[in-house]
């Protein structure tokens, strides 16, 4: 409810819960961590005050701010400028919903994940209260409707557009992606931040569309 008011506040209590969770796979000292499309590098810190080597790929300068952090590299997650297999961890926080071509974005942490080496990857799904972003939970009306209502409530415009720095990714298409890749694992599929029955809701056709609230999804890359 505060991400807009206080970042700082807001991502650092997210990146310390999103490095337990890689952690529950193993620790990250002396691991190489890439962080793609990290914004201001909250994760990439996080990991690197826990003894890992973490690089920040980001596409957006506005997002890295005017001073980015030590391994910070503007650049694009659809093509990564890393050779394959240089990372134990290839990490990804609320990316996949503004990106255009989830496929690709999603091979692209692959290909740089060493065999073995995890890929954590969580996205905001379009029909859950939270799917609209700033605007939410009014895109359950329509996303025009939604941005409109905003600017009269706010007197400024939108961060995100549908089809421009949003997209409606679902639960559904993206477990079925996945599960048919045969270059990875998928070793959890569940919601981020339920605190019960997180792994039981993405099961279910049709609620964990909107139940779920935001897909987390650890895979392993395979020999």
């Given at each position: 409810?505060?991400?807009?008011?206080?970042?700082?506040?807001?991502?650092?209590?997210?990146?310390?819960?999103?490095?337990?969770?890689?952690?529950?796979?193993?620790?990250?000292?002396?691991?190489?961590?890439?962080?793609?499309?990290?914004?201001?590098?909250?994760?990439?810190?996080?990991?690197?005050?826990?003894?890992?080597?973490?690089y920040?790929?980001e596409?957006?300068?506005?997002?890295?701010?005017?001073?980015?952090?030590?391994?910070?590299?503007?650049?694009?997650?659809?093509?990564?400028?890393?050779?394959d297999?240089?990372?134990?961890?290839?990490?990804?926080?609320?990316?996949?919903?503004?990106?255009?071509?989830?496929v690709?974005?999603?091979?692209?942490?692959?290909?740089?994940t060493?065999?073995?080496?995890?890929?954590?990857?969580?996205?905001?799904?379009?029909?859950?209260?939270?799917?609209?972003?700033?605007?939410?939970?009014?895109?359950?009306?329509?996303?025009?409707?939604?941005?409109?209502?905003y600017?009269?409530?706010?007197?400024?415009?939108?961060?995100?557009?549908?089809?421009?720095?949003?997209?409606?990714?679902?639960?559904?298409?993206?477990?079925?992606q996945?599960?048919?890749?045969?270059?990875?694992?998928?070793?959890s599929?569940?919601?981020?931040?339920?605190?019960?029955?997180?792994?039981?809701?993405?099961?279910?056709?049709?609620?964990?569309?909107?139940?779920?609230?935001?897909?987390?999804?650890?895979?392993?890359?395979c020999?």
């Amino acid at each position: 409810m505060q991400e807009q008011q206080d970042p700082e506040h807001c991502y650092t209590l997210l990146a310390r819960d999103a490095a337990d969770q890689v952690e529950a796979y193993g620790p990250v000292d002396g691991r190489t961590v890439v962080d793609v499309g990290g914004g201001a590098g909250y994760f990439t810190a996080e990991f690197r005050r826990r003894g890992a080597q973490a690089y920040l790929f980001e596409p957006d300068a506005a997002e890295l701010g005017a001073a980015p952090g030590p391994g910070a590299v503007r650049a694009d997650g659809y093509l990564l400028p890393l050779a394959d297999g240089v990372a134990d961890v290839a990490f990804s926080s609320n990316v996949l919903e503004h990106v255009d071509d989830p496929v690709t974005f999603i091979s692209e942490m692959v290909r740089v994940t060493r065999p073995g080496g995890l890929i954590y990857l969580s996205f905001t799904n379009w029909y859950s209260p939270w799917g609209g972003h700033e605007w939410a939970p009014w895109h359950y009306l329509g996303a025009d409707r939604a941005v409109a209502r905003y600017r009269r409530r706010t007197g400024k415009a939108a961060k995100h557009t549908l089809g421009e720095n949003l997209f409606a990714v679902h639960v559904g298409p993206t477990l079925r992606q996945v599960r048919a890749r045969d270059d990875v694992n998928v070793l959890s599929a569940r919601s981020r931040y339920w605190p019960f029955l997180a792994e039981a809701v993405p099961k279910v056709p049709v609620l964990r569309e909107v139940a779920t609230w935001n897909l987390l999804l650890i895979l392993r890359r395979c020999a």
